[in-house]
Antibody, heavy 115, light 108 residues
Framework: QVQLQESGPGLVKPSETLSLTCTVSGGSISSHYWSWIRQPPGKGLEWIGYIYSSGSTIYNPSLKSRVTISVDTSRNQFSLTLSSVTAADTAVYYC?????????WGQGTLVTVSS | EIVLTQSPGTLSLSPGERATLSCRASQSVSNSYLAWYRQKPGQAPRLLIYGASSRATGIPDRFSGSGSGTDFTLTISRLEPEDFAVYYCHQYGSLPRAFGGGTKVEIK
């Protein structure tokens, strides 16, 4: 059974960079697409982008100038960085498998942007 | 960019009743690449339906999806206690991917 686990700081200061890692277990990260999705408190889901195991990426145009998704196949991990964060970036961040529908999700991690 | 509009915003029903949730797209969803998720408080979304009408592994047959083009429906034939949650539609036929705003199914 594929499992995903997000990790990273729960608090980030405004204007700084948010960095999260997703560790995949129970299966190889190779030959699959991997996504990041976020959900502000009490609100709906927002697609951030995805990466193929080879490293090719697609991002949401609304975040493209600030987002980088990368993959480390040797560690079975992929990562998200979001620069110049503001309070509007406060959300639960989920990692998931797939570039289309997502069957496997991490439990999510809350990142709060505050000084 | 496709925008998904879900209705109603909230559905108040009793256990055992039938629920009908709507998802309307601003443009045609390519190949009916439309998924539905259920999200309980404090949990990640769970995939219910993909390809507009295919049930995901382990999803009971009280859940069914239908539709094509711009109009899609999720039907829950008989609500169980665990079905009172928020439901999201998601189009993955074109970029950028998009989610609907959600429909909350609450106990009447």
């Amino acid at each position: 059974q594929v499992q995903l686990q997000e990790s990273g700081p729960g608090l980030v200061k405004p204007s700084e960079t948010l960095s999260l890692t997703c560790t995949v277990s129970g299966g190889s990260i190779s030959s699959h697409y991997w996504s990041w999705i976020r959900q502000p408190p009490g609100k709906g889901l927002e697609w951030i982008g995805y990466i193929y195991s080879s490293g090719s990426t697609i991002y949401n145009p609304s975040l493209k100038s600030r987002v980088t998704i990368s993959v480390d196949t040797s560690r079975n991990q992929f990562s998200l960085t979001l620069s110049s964060v503001t309070a509007a970036d406060t959300a639960v961040y989920y990692c998931a498998r797939g570039d289309g529908y997502q069957k496997y999700w991490g439990q999510g991690t809350l990142v709060t942007v505050s000084s | 960019e496709i925008v998904l509009t879900q209705s109603p915003g909230t559905l108040s029903l009793s256990p055992g009743e039938r629920a009908t949730l709507s998802c309307r797209a601003s443009q045609s969803v390519s190949n009916s690449y439309l998924a539905w998720y259920r999200q309980k408080p404090g949990q990640a979304p769970r995939l219910l339906i993909y390809g507009a009408s295919s049930r995901a592994t382990g999803i009971p047959d009280r859940f069914s999806g239908s539709g094509s083009g711009t109009d899609f429906t999720l039907t829950i034939s008989r609500l169980e206690p665990e079905d009172f949650a928020v439901y999201y539609c998601h189009q993955y036929g074109s970029l950028p991917r998009a989610f609907g705003g959600g429909t909350k199914v609450e106990i009447k």
